[in-house]
Structures are given as structure tokens and as C-alpha cells.
């Protein structure tokens, strides 16, 4: 069974950075995509950015991009998200998922192609 668990959440200051870390367990799909999402309360799920397990690719939301950053430790079966220069319209639950497709430009941010789901932190980023 597949096993996403996120971390790294909390509360900050607008300007402030947060580094989210998601620990993959038993995700063994080397051509595959994984992704962040957050959903504020009374609002749909938002795709955040992805990343490419196979070539490395990564894609961002317009909202984030040059603030966020995604990455992955192949090693530690981890993916992350740095971000910085945050804004209280950040303030969110973040999600990390797993899909065993290669998304690519266009789909990465449909949430209906992740198959496995983290159980969210919370980013809380105050004025």
C-alpha cells in the first residue's frame, strides 16, 4: 500500500519561507509524477506545482512561480516544496499526491490523476 505522510507545515509571517517534506513509501513507479495541492477552506483543490519522476521536469501554478520551488530526493523517497516569500493567500492545506502517469504540462495539475493522497499539513502565513 502506497504511503504518502507530509510535514513541514505551520504558522508564519507574510515573507516568510516554509520547506514541506513528503515521504513516499512503497511508491516504486519510476515513470511517474508527483505533485503538491493545497485547498483553503470553502474552495476547490488547487495543483501547486509537479514534478517529473522520470526526466525531471517540473511545473508550477502561476501563483507560485519564482517563489516555490519543488524538488525530490530519490535517495530518501522524499519530495519537497520550498516556499518563499510567502503570502496569506498561500494560507492552505497542503497536499502531497502521487500519480503513476507522466502528466506533463497540460495534466499535472488535475487532481483526478493522482491516485495516492497524503492526510495534509497546514500552512497558516498571517499579514
Known amino acids: 500500500q502506497v504511503q504518502l505522510v507530509e510535514s513541514g507545515g505551520g504558522s508564519v509571517q507574510a515573507g516568510g519561507s516554509l520547506r514541506l517534506s513528503c515521504v513516499a513509501s512503497r511508491f516504486t513507479y519510476s515513470r511517474s509524477s508527483l505533485g503538491w495541492f493545497r485547498q483553503a477552506p470553502g474552495e476547490e483543490r488547487q495543483g501547486v506545482a509537479s514534478?517529473?519522476?522520470?526526466?525531471?521536469?517540473?511545473y508550477y501554478a502561476d501563483s507560485v512561480k519564482g517563489r516555490f520551488t519543488i524538488s525530490q530526493d530519490n535517495a530518501k523517497n522524499t519530495l519537497y516544496l520550498q516556499m518563499n516569500s510567502l503570502k496569506p493567500e498561500d494560507t492552505a492545506m497542503y497536499y502531497c499526491?502521487?500519480?503513476?502517469?507522466?502528466?506533463?504540462?497540460?495534466?499535472?495539475?488535475?487532481?483526478?490523476?493522482?491516485?495516492?493522497w497524503g492526510q495534509g499539513t497546514q500552512v497558516t502565513v498571517s499579514s
Open positions: 499526491a502521487a500519480s503513476a502517469l507522466r502528466l506533463g504540462d497540460v495534466a499535472w495539475s488535475k487532481s483526478y490523476y493522482y491516485k495516492y
Open positions: 514534478i517529473d519522476i522520470a526526466d525531471g521536469s517540473t
